[in-house]
T-cell receptor, first 114, second 112 residues
Framework: DAGVTQSPTHLIKTRGQQVTLRCSPK?????VSWYQQALGQGPQFIFQ???????QRGNFPDRFSGHQYPNYSSELNVNALLLGDSALYLC?????????????FGPGTRLTVL | GNSVTQMEGPVTLSEEAFLTINCTYT??????LFWYVQYPGEGLQLLLK?????DKGSNKGFEATYRKETTSFHLEKGSVQVSDSAVYFC???????????FGKGTKLSVKP
């Protein structure tokens, strides 16, 4: 049973660039949530996608956007990168579009902005 | 708003020592409470959870009791092992949206 997978594992960008991170949910799951984990901090909720729509959003600027495909995989896009965007980006999948269902996390993508 | 505060780390213990990691929360209503564990190079794994007051979550020898009167959810284990070395996150889920809100994490190192 494949768990949550994310790509790439690591990424280095420069300020002002744009980045796309990808996530494939656990088999059978249809809901994807994205979190940002800065160094030494706990994860912070960015947004959640269900039925190809953004259903919930945390306190992140519009530079952060996403997409969900019909096969339930998801992308996180960040435009106009800032140094402060350097973090581990975690994807979590769950079932049924409801936040109270258990979320399973992927290993994350480590983004470094120089 | 909702928030979670957990004890600062790092915590270093010898094998077979007793572990307590403190966690307190602020929330409106009746949140669900969680402990997640993050091993090096891996994503978060759910360790245990409790959904209402006085519930005790337990898994792999770890326990935590949902204490509404003290707004706490402290993690305990009677005898830690080297393999328990990881970062532990306390989290809550509540409010209208229900997304997870995490504490800053506590790094545990267990020495043989």
């Amino acid at each position: 049973d494949a768990g949550v997978t994310q790509s790439p594992t690591h990424l280095i960008k420069t300020r002002g660039q744009q980045v796309t991170l990808r996530c494939s949910p656990k088999s059978g799951h249809d809901t994807v949530s994205w979190y940002q984990q800065a160094l030494g901090q706990g994860p912070q909720f960015i947004f959640q996608y269900y039925e190809e729509e953004e259903r919930q959003r945390g306190n992140f600027p519009d530079r952060f956007s996403g997409h969900q495909y019909p096969n339930y995989s998801s992308e996180l896009n960040v435009n106009a990168l800032l140094l402060g965007d350097s973090a581990l980006y975690l994807c979590a999948s769950s079932l049924g579009g409801r936040s109270y269902n258990e979320q399973f996390f992927g290993p994350g993508t480590r983004l470094t902005v120089l | 708003g909702n928030s979670v505060t957990q004890m600062e780390g790092p915590v270093t213990l010898s094998e077979e020592a007793f572990l307590t990691i403190n966690c307190t929360y602020t929330a409106t209503g009746y949140p669900s409470l969680f402990w997640y564990v993050q091993y090096p190079g891996e994503g978060l794994q759910l360790l245990l959870k409790a959904t209402k007051a006085d519930d005790k979550g337990s898994n792999k020898g770890f326990e935590a009791t949902y204490r509404k009167e003290t707004t706490s959810f402290h993690l305990e284990k009677g005898s830690v092992q080297v393999s328990d070395s990881a970062v532990y996150f306390c989290a809550l889920r509540g409010g209208s949206q229900g997304n997870l809100i995490f504490g800053k994490g506590t790094k545990l190192s267990v020495k043989p």
